[in-house]
């Protein structure tokens, strides 16, 4: 299916696993970051669970719950163990319930593209699961990665048995584990990691199987650079994650990682870069909004990993810019709590906005000014904003400030 002005057919026939894309007034949190094993993560954050809700939060995506051989838990064992470095299973539990009852939904880290076996096989590689539940042989894991499996339907994860998702009995255990998660843990949502590992059909089949209140998936390849600079055009970018949400079915939303790229180019005085050819936003925001989760940060591109770190004296304009705008806004946990308490205190008040105008994923939006150190939009018929050091203020007695901070303003009717 081609890009341009995708709309939403198919979204009524999927029951209640639709129902939040369809609404589109989700509003995610990224509840840790790559330190948070070493800090009780999950008694932390039940500490915190009031004000993640009175903030607004929707959903906050938890780090992976289950065991794992590195502590920050990308390097999966035995999935049904919840004792994790984040915390026992009685700890994540309370927390769970905690969240339940301040209604934020919890999401699951879906880590199913790589799995560390427990013994020998096939080659002399550490490829089989004997001695834990799920204890498959080497024909779950795919040839290219040491495993009597068939070939990848994806990108290899280097260095770790990559599970193949081509094998009925793999794919019938890993559903009856997210049914698991979903029904006896008390998990709502689901983040699919490095989900380009793997092909996006059984992504579909697994949401079908386990039926999460919604699905976020993360398809990260580098944008497009001309030597270190930023193509101004990043459509074939934006495409390969549209193709990747066409692939599930629909079923699931993804990071916007095109709108990343471009916005934390954008603010260092080439604004210009936020409207597109078409006069839309550049990122995957601007042709398929409602399956686009947009966020300026997380655990891989900032925190203390920093692989591609948004630029942190711009991190304000980048929240009026994503908290304002269609699509499906995510906050970093660094942000909201580690880094200025001011910071707190804009989202929040960003977040207020976002809700009391009814801004949600498809609001409408038209793009008035993008020049190298001004960006101005109206969203809606009752929210304007501005970035960038330019001055700018919507004509008309009706505007009234809602929201200002360094280099950036909102109004609203």
């Known amino acids: 299916m081609s890009y341009a002005n995708k709309g939403d057919q198919g979204e009524n026939q999927q029951n209640d ?19 948070s094993h070493k800090h009780d993560w999950w008694s932390n954050l039940e500490k915190k669970v009031p004000d993640i809700a009175k903030s607004g939060f929707t959903s906050a995506w938890l780090p992976p719950a289950t065991h794992s051989l590195s502590p920050e838990g990308y390097l999966p064992q035995n999935l049904y163990s919840l004792n994790s470095s984040y915390g026992s299973e009685h700890l994540l539990r309370a927390l769970l319930q905690k969240m339940k009852q301040h209604n934020v939904r919890p999401m699951a880290d879906i880590v199913i593209n790589h799995r560390v076996g427990t013994t020998q096989g096939h080659g002399g590689t550490y490829n089989r699961y004997d001695g834990i539940p799920l204890s498959w042989d080497e024909h779950a894991v795919t040839s290219c990665t040491g495993g009597l499996g068939g070939k990848s339907t994806g990108d290899n994860f280097h260095g770790v048995p990559n599970i193949d998702h081509s094998q009925d009995f793999v794919r019938k255990d890993i559903i009856a584990w997210l049914q698991w998660l979903r029904h006896n843990v008390g998990f709502q949502d689901f983040r699919f990691d490095f989900a380009r590992g793997y092909s996006a059909k059984y992504v579909k089949e697994y949401i079908e199987g386990a039926k999460p209140l919604f699905s976020v998936g993360e398809c990260w390849d580098s944008c497009n650079y001309n030597g270190s600079s930023l193509d101004y055009n990043q459509d074939n970018h934006r495409q390969h994650i549209i193709s990747w949400i066409d692939g599930t079915g629909q079923l699931s939303t993804a990071f916007d990682f095109t709108t990343k790229g471009i916005l934390q180019d954008a603010v260092k005085g080439q604004l210009w870069r936020l409207r597109d050819p078409q006069g839309k936003p550049p990122g995957v925001m ?123 303003a909102v109004w609203q009717k």
């Open 17 to 35: 696993t639709g129902e939040l894309v369809r609404s589109g007034r989700e509003i995610l949190f990224q509840a840790f970051n790559w330190e």
């Open 286 to 408: 601007g042709w398929w909004p409602s399956r686009a989760v947009t966020f300026l940060d997380n655990h891989d591109t900032g925190s203390t990993q920093a692989h591609w770190p948004f630029p942190s004296s711009h991190i304000m304009e980048g929240y009026a810019y994503i908290l304002t705008h269609p699509g499906i806004p995510t906050v970093f946990y660094d942000h909201f709590y580690d880094w200025d308490n001011s910071i707190h205190g804009q989202i929040v008040k960003l977040i207020d906005v976002r809700k009391h105008q009814d801004i949600h994923s498809r609001s409408s939006i038209k793009i008035l000014e993008a020049q190298p150190n001004l960006y101005s939009a109206m969203i809606g018929e009752k929210v304007c904003m501005k970035i960038g050091d330019g001055s700018w203020c919507p004509s008309g007695k009706e505007w009234t400030l809602a929201a200002s901070g360094h280099r950036y």
